[in-house]
């Protein structure tokens, strides 16, 4: 079984950046979507960005020009690298890595805060 931790969260002033980590505890096979998700207080859960094993990249409209998704060379890590950070991006950060193809899988990570305040 794979566990996704990520790292990287905490307090930040508006305009600042944060930059959040998560590793994958095994090896998981290619052709996935590795992504970032958050939950503010009161609200669903939305996707924030997205990366393809091809390298395609996607993002909500909140984050776009600010927010930047990668992995390292074995998509064994994916980061997010949060610049101009705002109050509305306060909320808890998933990593989320779902293959839809045989053998398919679906992993979480356990979330983290970010905080976004003066």
């Known amino acids: 079984q794979v566990q996704l931790v990520e790292s990287g969260g905490g307090l930040v002033q508006p305009g600042g950046s944060l930059r959040l980590s998560c590793a994958a505890s095994g090896t998981i096979s290619n052709n996935n979507f590795m992504n970032w998700y958050r939950q503010a207080p009161g609200k669903q859960r939305e996707l924030v960005a997205t990366?393809?094993?091809?390298?395609?990249?996607q993002y909500t409209d909140s984050v776009k020009g600010r927010f930047a998704i990668s992995t390292d060379n074995a998509r064994n890590t994916v980061y997010l690298q949060m610049n101009s950070l705002k109050p509305e991006d306060t909320a808890v950060y998933y990593c989320?890595?779902?293959?839809?193809?045989?053998?398919?899988?679906?992993?979480w990570g356990q979330g983290i805060q970010v905080t976004v305040s003066s």
């Open positions: 990366i393809h094993s091809t390298g395609t990249t």
């Open positions: 989320h890595v779902v293959r839809l193809q045989p053998p398919p899988y679906n992993y």
